[in-house]
Nanobody, 113 residues
Framework: VQLQASGGGLVQPGGSLRLSCAAS??????MAWYRQAPGKQRELVAR???????NYADSVKGRFTISRDNAKNTVDLQMNSLKPEDTAAYVC??????????WGQGTQVTVSS
């Protein structure tokens, strides 16, 4: 199983970015985005089930939207109204129906003027 993330970059405060993650293998039960800022623990940003149920970290509610395409086995994260505190390495995550977990490589998001 491979998770290939893309879409990170440098953006000004208030701007938008869209992250995408393409997964190989079968359809996963859950897919998610986590992030880790320097000196901080990895935290869940948003999670989506195969049925489309979602949950978000309080810090991103109303600004970020997670979506997935089961046919393409992809999960996206639309990030709007970005803040400097959103700066982190964003990592794609997937859990299989058997409970196995997989992590992709990080994609850096930097929010700075």
């Amino acid at each position: 199983v491979q998770l290939q993330a893309s879409g990170g970059g440098l953006v000004q405060p208030g701007g938008s970015l869209r992250l995408s993650c393409a997964a190989s293998g079968s359809i996963f039960r859950d897919m998610a985005w986590y992030r880790q800022a320097p000196g901080k623990q990895r935290e869940l940003v948003a999670r989506i089930t195969s049925g489309g149920n979602t949950n978000y970290a309080d810090s991103v509610k109303g600004r970020f939207t997670i979506s997935r395409d089961n046919a393409k086995n992809t999960v996206d994260l639309q990030m709007n109204s970005l803040k400097p505190e959103d700066t982190a390495a964003y990592v794609c995550y997937a859990m299989s129906w058997r409970g196995s977990t997989y992590w992709g490589q990080g994609t850096q998001v930097t929010v700075s003027s």
